[in-house]
């Protein structure tokens, strides 16, 4: 029996005003993988991501999210989900304990207090616990937002940008650590990201968007070969700039 | 709908209402201008009204009878206006804080957020007005909880509009991102002059009297002037004001519901800003 889909999205249209914001997108990702959503601004890389959460009712098409059709049986499983963005922030006056507080109780984890400190420390906010949130760094803010994503250990996380304000060490260390969470609790990742290392180190799919279509939708590798590239980097440029699709033409 | 999906929709969890309400607690407490702020308003209308009517009462037969009505006014309308400012406060610091995203993504159902904001609109207005009942007291000799039983009706009948109108502007924010925040701090002084706040119906023109009683607040303040004047309690007035505040409350729900999921619709959700 084969294993159903953590995220299926069939034929995905969402038109604002007349203007197709995604249109006509269908990919479906395997659990317990790390996929990548690359594409430049305004692809539909977050209107897609706000449709598979619920956030955004699809204009037509389908989006199945653990078995539950969104955002129609969202309740059904939104306590096995979570996500981080840097278009959404934490209450900027409550500490960070008492933010983690609040989020575990909204998403019923139990030993919550146990739950805090364990993902203090994985994310070496042990020292921050006690401040204001809107007191911290940059980077400081999207480590606590991390652990408010991880906060229920869920088995679908959503990251749009998750390394996007961070230094390099510890943008290194994150993407370290969230591919021992995807390995050690089986989760399925899908990663919207502009850092095309981090797509290439961290996913084994790319799914490439412009226009809100999908241009391309393979492994980092073979996406390499096929465009006859050494990075994703070039690769995503190519696309970008419509080169893939000469290339194609020319051959 | 599925039963599954119903159960899933109206599951009820007291322990997220406590989060939000928490959440709401850590925030005022960390702030001491948003207390003095509670505070500060209605004890400057308090005074202010109080010694107008020692003026007046002074000068007039028949206020100096009716003693306590400026004031009680006052204090009740105060009730009417800060449960929905406190109502509407809470909410817009969620979209101040751009967490909206976060709390629509998590299990939270919207039923439960209500709750929290209403119980957190009790909690903010009991901060505010306490004190200023206690000075109402100390200086002008009212004392508000001698109206006893009729206090509860009064305050009970008041919070349910004050709730009605905040769920639906909370649902227009939603909808409408914070451009229409100062709907939430204007929309109250709409029921000012129509609900008889000051004054009784019969002084409104006798074409307008017919939509003040369509509003559930003016029963109210023709119940506290009829029992600080006539020392009159009537019943049926805070039963009809009852009836109509449970006609507010359903259609300010409805109306947040729909705002909601038009919110979804049209993105407004991802996007807290103006």
Same mark, same amino acid.
């Given at each position: 029996m084969s294993v159903p889909p953590a995220i299926e999205v069939e034929r995905l249209v969402k038109i604002y005003k007349r203007e !197709?914001?995604?249109?006509?997108v269908s990919f479906s990702i395997a659990p317990g993988s790390i996929t990548g959503l690359l594409g430049g601004n305004g692809a539909g890389k977050t209107t897609t991501i706000a449709m598979i959460m619920g956030l955004l009712a699809p204009t037509s098409g389908r989006v199945t999210v653990l078995g539950a059709q969104m955002p129609r049986q969202r309740y059904q499983v939104l306590h096995r989900m979570n996500f981080e963005s840097p278009y959404v922030e934490m209450p900027?006056?409550?500490?960070v304990r008492q933010n983690l507080r609040v989020f575990g109780m909204l998403y019923g984890v139990a030993n919550l207090a146990d739950r805090i400190e364990e993902l203090a420390e994985a994310l070496d906010l042990s020292d921050l616990l006690?401040? !204001?949130?809107?007191?911290?760094?940059a980077g400081q803010k999207t480590r606590v937002s991390l652990a408010k994503a991880l906060i229920n250990a869920p088995e679908l996380l959503l990251l749009d940008e998750?390394?996007?304000?961070?230094?390099p060490d510890t943008a290194d260390w994150v993407r370290s650590w969230l591919e021992r969470y995807r390995r050690n609790r089986h989760a399925t990742v899908l990663l919207a990201s502009h850092n095309m290392s981090e797509i290439e180190r961290l996913c084994e799919r790319v799914i490439i968007m412009k226009k809100g279509r999908i241009e391309d939708d393979d492994t980092p590798a073979r996406l390499l070969a096929r465009y006859g590239r050494h990075t994703l980097e070039e690769v995503f440029l190519d696309v970008a700039r419509g080169r893939g699709e000469r290339r194609e033409a020319a051959q | 709908m599925t039963a599954r999906r119903l159960k899933a929709a109206f599951a009820f969890s007291p322990r997220r209402v406590a989060a939000m309400m928490l959440r709401y607690w850590y925030l005022l407490r960390s702030s001491w201008p948003r207390l003095v702020e509670l505070v500060y308003w209605p004890t400057v209308q308090m005074i202010t009204w109080g010694f107008l009517q020692y003026y007046v009462m002074q000068k007039a037969g028949f206020f100096a009878r009716a003693g306590g009505t400026l004031i009680g006014a006052v204090l009740l309308w105060d009730i009417l206006f800060r449960g929905q400012l406190g109502f509407s406060i809470s909410f817009l610091e969620e979209m101040w804080s751009r967490n909206m995203g976060n709390l629509m993504m998590s299990p939270l159902r919207p039923f439960e957020f209500i709750l929290a904001l209403m119980v957190m609109s009790v909690v903010r207005l009991l901060i505010g007005v306490i004190p200023v009942t206690v000075l109402a007291l100390a200086f002008?000799?009212?004392?508000?909880?001698?109206?006893?039983f009729a206090l509860v009706a009064f305050f009970f009948n008041l919070m349910l509009t004050s709730w009605a109108v905040g769920i639906f502007v909370s649902g227009l924010v939603l909808r409408n991102?914070?451009?229409?925040?100062n709907l939430a701090w204007t929309i109250m002084f709409f029921f000012l002059p129509l609900t008889c706040v000051y004054y009784?119906?019969?002084?409104?023109?006798t074409w307008l009297q017919p939509l003040s009683w369509l509003l559930p607040p003016t029963y109210v303040f023709e119940g506290m002037r009829a029992l600080l004047i006539e020392h009159t309690f009537l019943p049926h007035l805070m039963l009809e004001s009852l009836a109509l505040n449970v006609v507010f409350f359903a259609a300010g729900t409805f109306g947040f519901l729909k705002l909601l999921q038009s919110a979804r619709r049209n993105g407004s959700l991802m996007q807290t800003g103006e």
């Open positions: !197709p914001a995604v249109d006509g900027m006056r409550l500490t006690d401040r !204001p949130s809107g007191k911290l760094s998750p390394t996007a304000s961070l230094d | 002008f000799g009212f004392n508000l909880y001698g109206l006893g991102g914070l451009g229409a925040e009784p119906v019969t002084t409104l023109p």
